[in-house]
């Protein structure tokens, strides 16, 4: 496992990092007990980045990434959860509300400090509010000792930077934007870096769109970007490939972000995605699923309120 610097933080971490969604059920149901050990192949195949949320199965997932967790000496990962988003449509970014989440969350890990809190999809709250009240809240529990660092992440990049460039933030997190058939958030890259922001690229699969088994049936994408997928993935399967393999090798490889952050609740999947982002890209392969990912390039979707919140410009 290879490591690289989280921004101006002076923290490693894994280039693949363990999205912990999963452990909510958000992708379907599981057992506990696999899900505690995935979390345990993680650390055990190097990955020390963890990444969380109380919205993640209504705060379920925070609860078996705790369990999971017991016992492992503290140093050796990084955690990160969020604030600010509860459910599909409950969104409180207030000063009271992230403290209380925060102390919530430390109970649910069983930890007593976090290394990341990050504001849950901002675009669905007041930009210029959470910098200036749910930013300084948390920076309060960075003071206290609570909080390492802070963060904000989302879907509408124009939002992460418009809160970037007027915060003294340590990270963002954009999904779905660093992938075989999105690759908008390279664009804004040294907008991030030139403020010393650590950038976290999430969801290389495009929330399974780009797998063999392809998107669920909430995926927000429109039908012509989920049907060029699909596409994709029935021309590596005529290879004898996998689109998710190569879909987790081209966002790991070629973005130079800090982390790559993937889900799971299986450890074999965990296993599999250390080894693929080990082994070399197919370019032969590489170049066909672009050319067929082609008409639908950077092709993104509205996202709740993004399309009406674009402030900071194109990069």
Avoid at 226 to 235: D, H, N, Q
């Amino acid at each position: 496992m290879r490591y690289r610097a989280l921004g101006r933080t002076g923290l490693q971490i894994s280039e693949l990092g363990f999205g912990a969604s999963p452990l909510g059920a958000v992708y379907g149901a599981f057992a506990r007990q696999d899900g505690v050990a995935t979390v345990h192949a993680a650390l055990e195949s190097g990955i020390n980045f963890f990444d969380v949320s109380p919205y993640y199965g209504a705060t379920s997932a925070e609860s078996v990434l705790g369990a999971a967790l017991h016992g492992i000496e503290r140093s050796t990962y990084v955690l990160a959860t969020k604030v600010g988003r509860y459910g599909d449509t409950e969104f409180d970014f207030s000063a009271e509300r992230v403290k209380r989440s925060v102390h919530e969350s430390l109970r649910r890990l069983g930890t007593d400090h976090l290394d990341l809190a990050q504001c849950h999809d901002i675009e669905f709250g007041d930009l210029d509010r959470i910098i200036e009240e749910t930013l300084p809240a948390l920076r309060e529990l960075q003071d206290a000792g609570t909080v390492r660092l802070i963060g904000v992440t989302g879907y509408p990049l124009p939002a992460l930077a418009y809160v970037a460039q007027r915060a003294d933030i340590d990270t963002i997190m954009s999904y779905c934007q660093y992938t075989l058939q999105d690759r908008r958030l390279a664009a804004w890259r040294e907008r991030f870096a030139e403020r010393g922001v650590g950038i976290l690229n999430a969801s290389p699969l495009a929330m399974g769109a780009l797998t063999s088994r392809g998107a669920p049936p909430w995926h927000p994408a429109s039908a012509s970007v989920l049907e060029r997928c699909a596409a994709a993935a029935a021309l590596c399967r005529e290879r004898g490939a996998d689109l998710a393999k190569l879909a987790l090798q081209y966002s790991v490889s070629g973005g130079g972000f800090s982390s790559t952050v993937v889900g799971s609740a299986d450890p074999a999947n965990v296993h599999r995605n250390v080894r693929w982002i080990g082994e070399p890209i197919d370019q032969s392969l590489l170049a066909d699923v672009e050319s067929c990912l082609a008409s639908v390039r950077e092709q993104g979707w509205i996202n709740g309120r993004a399309e009406n919140q674009q402030p900071g410009g194109e990069p």
